[in-house]
């Protein structure tokens, strides 16, 4: 504990203090005080400590231990099926597909759970190896010689 004193970590530099302060018999409150954090941070240091032993001192990863991927392999050929059709078919107003158009049809076709973000569509279609692009507006008229009048 007292090697965490000479920490550059501050989360255990202070979880070191909090420690050698109630091994000197303070009280949580007291020490909570002298240390400007909160009674139930001193408590839940002890806790930690109690449960752990020195393993309390380093920081833990503050993400979740497990994930499951959202779009697994079936999920994710279900969605390159999906982006394969209109938009029109699932009641958008548009016919270009989006990120946030794609995760919302997801959504609602239940593919999804819940509403996904764009990020995760993208990151999704990046694992089949499909690029995304944003779409690209074409001015086109609807002259018959249109074709004929822009290449001369």
Same mark, same amino acid.
């Given at each position: ?9 501050? /989360? ?9 302060? /109630? ?47 959202? /779009? ?17 078919? /699932? ?62």
């Amino acid at each position: 504990m007292e090697a965490g004193l000479c920490s550059s970590d501050a /989360f255990t530099l202070r979880r070191s203090q909090i420690l050698l302060a /109630f091994c000197r018999g303070e009280r949580p409150a007291r020490i909570a005080h002298n240390l400007g954090c909160a009674v139930q941070t001193v408590r839940n240091t002890i806790r930690a400590y109690d449960a752990e032993g020195g393993e309390c001192l380093r920081p833990k990863h503050p993400g979740p231990k497990q994930t499951h991927p959202i /779009f697994d392999e079936e999920k994710r050929e279900e969605l390159k099926a999906l982006l394969h059709r209109s938009p029109r078919d /699932f009641g958008k107003q548009t016919s270009v597909w989006t990120l946030e158009i794609a995760a919302e049809v997801c959504a609602q076709s239940g593919l999804t759970e819940r509403l996904v973000s764009d990020e995760t569509v993208r990151m999704a279609l990046r694992r089949l190896g499909v690029g995304w692009r944003r779409a690209k507006n074409w001015i086109t008229s609807p002259d018959p010689e249109y074709v004929r009048k822009k290449t001369a």
